[in-house]
């Protein structure tokens, strides 16, 4: 009887182990904070090697934090990007490859994200982490609310409504942020906050006092700096007095302005205790905005030795920082030249958590490489993005290509064009075309350009120009 006793009580003990093992794991998750600055360049941060810009919170972030050199954003541009990031699909894979689809006789709209996608908030929301979502979506039809942040999966959701300012008879919407759908929302006041990010940083602040304790968080900051519509910025900082036109003073205010308040929400964090059990995530969904007789990317050095910015697919549009902190799991003020890009971003969640990883990503884990054990390598990337008609010309079809394999790097600017092929190692700028020395590797980048893509709705290969006469087309407003 003793022996059967002793045995019962070893099975207890083991049970027992087994769930506090199981429970520790659990607790052991931690709350994620994923920051999205909207066209911020390589070279805007100081850890990256900004010299006039002032960030002093992302560089005391970076401190703590893996720097990633050659990791990639979804696109060129928001729409695309953003749509990677939240269903870890390819670029030329997800169904959104532009900030609008083209549907023939001039008509170009924005493309929502189908409603049936299992996106980063879901995942995690299933996974028993209370989600919020703040800023900007730009994956959404405006009039169709089961298509905004809160129809995909963030229990918490304030967004605004990027159309607005194209539409003459709603101008109010751009200063407003909608709550959970289309019923409540919260205007903008200019005269209050320094920058609409501000605003955004305080109901950060209302979701974390309110929110369900003893579940973890992933609170998605979707930023709105330094994008060029950001509207009146009231406090220029550091650089009223410099000898700057004053769009560039604004474009650094903004920049600044926004390390303002990333500093405050880390500060939050800690105050509240829990910043030590948080994965804080800092990136950029594409590369510098610029614009002829606007902002010059080159004025503050935007992009380093990049070639490009938003919109191009040279390493200029989607080359970004990325920051990753996590204290206990990723070793301080290191640096990987690993190449990864957004659609990884998902099936890593998703192994820190301990959720299956999605079918549908195409991306992989990086979570071995935060840790310090071996990485797996992405064979290639590859972009596929589509200019949108809006105010603008399209030359050959507004329709770009590029791939990065290894050191390779490929660019085609409209598909009956010549394929251009760069060595990074040796040009990071993409300056020197090596594509006549080296013709095999031209074909067989010509090959993937075509072979691994899907075709989708709005963005059909080549772009537009099947439809029109001229490869060079001026596309009018769509009333």
């Known amino acids: 009887m003793a022996i059967k006793n002793n045995f019962t009580y ?8 087994a769930c506090q093992d199981t429970q ?3 607790m052991r998750r931690p709350n994620i904070l994923f920051l999205l600055a909207d066209d911020l360049g390589y070279n805007e941060i100081g850890a990256y090697g900004q010299k006039i810009i002032k960030t002093p919170e992302l560089d005391k972030l970076a401190e703590s934090s893996m720097k990633f050199t050659n990791f990639y954003a979804g696109n060129a541009a928001c729409s695309p990007s953003r749509a990677v990031l939240l269903t870890g699909k390819n670029p030329t894979k997800v169904a959104i490859r532009g900030n609008s689809g083209y549907y023939g006789n001039d008509k170009w709209e924005g493309v929502a994200l189908n409603q049936d996608v299992f996106t980063l908030g879901e995942m995690l929301k299933g996974q028993g982490y209370q ?7 730009h994956l959404d039809h405006p009039d169709d609310v089961k298509t905004w942040a809160f129809g995909h999966g963030f229990d918490y959701a304030a967004q605004e409504q ?6 003459p008879i709603r101008p109010f919407l751009s200063n407003r942020l909608w709550v959970n759908g289309d019923q409540e929302y919260i205007t903008y006041d200019y005269k209050k906050y320094s920058c609409k990010d501000e605003l955004r940083t305080d109901l950060a602040f209302d979701f974390l006092e309110n929110r369900e304790k003893e579940n973890p968080f992933f609170l998605f900051m979707s930023y709105r700096s330094p994008h060029s519509f950001e509207g009146p910025i009231r406090d220029t900082l550091f650089y009223a007095d410099q000898d700057w036109p004053d769009i560039e003073k604004a474009h650094a205010a903004k920049i600044t302005l926004l390390d303002r308040q990333i500093g405050r929400l880390l500060r939050q964090l800690k105050k509240i205790g829990v910043l030590e059990s948080t994965l804080v995530v800092f990136t950029s969904d594409n590369g510098p905005h610029f614009s002829p007789g606007g902002h010059d990317h080159e004025f503050f050095d935007s992009n380093g030795p990049l070639r490009g910015g938003k919109r191009d697919l040279y390493d200029g549009g989607i080359r970004v920082p990325m920051l990753v902190s996590w204290k206990g799991n990723v070793s301080p003020a290191t640096t990987t030249e690993h190449i990864l890009g957004f659609q990884d971003v998902m099936p890593t969640f998703a192994e820190i958590v301990g959720a299956p990883i999605p079918e549908q990503t195409d991306g992989l884990s990086f ?17 596929e993005y589509q200019m949108s ?5 399209l030359p050959k079809g ?4 590029s791939i990065r394999r290894e050191n390779w790097k490929v660019v085609r600017y409209g598909v009956n064009t010549e394929t251009e092929l760069y060595n990074l190692d040796h040009d990071i700028s993409e300056a020197q075309n090596l594509a006549k020395s080296y013709p095999q590797i031209v074909e067989e980048m010509n090959k993937i350009f075509e072979s691994e893509r899907t075709e989708t709705a709005g963005f059909p290969f080549g772009g537009v120009t099947q439809d ?11 009333e």
């Open 10 to 17: 070893f099975i207890f003990c083991i049970i027992l182990l």
């Open 24 to 26: 520790k794991k659990k």
């Open 131 to 137: 989600t919020a979502f703040i800023g900007k979506w």
């Open 162 to 167: 990027w159309p607005a300012r194209f539409n």
């Open 367 to 383: 979570l071995p490489l935060l840790v310090g054990v071996p990485q797996k390598k992405h064979e290639f990337l590859n972009w």
């Open 389 to 393: 008609g809006w105010f603008q010309t």
């Open 398 to 401: 507004g329709f770009r290509q």
């Open 468 to 478: 029109h006469k001229s490869m060079d087309i001026q596309i009018k407003k769509n």
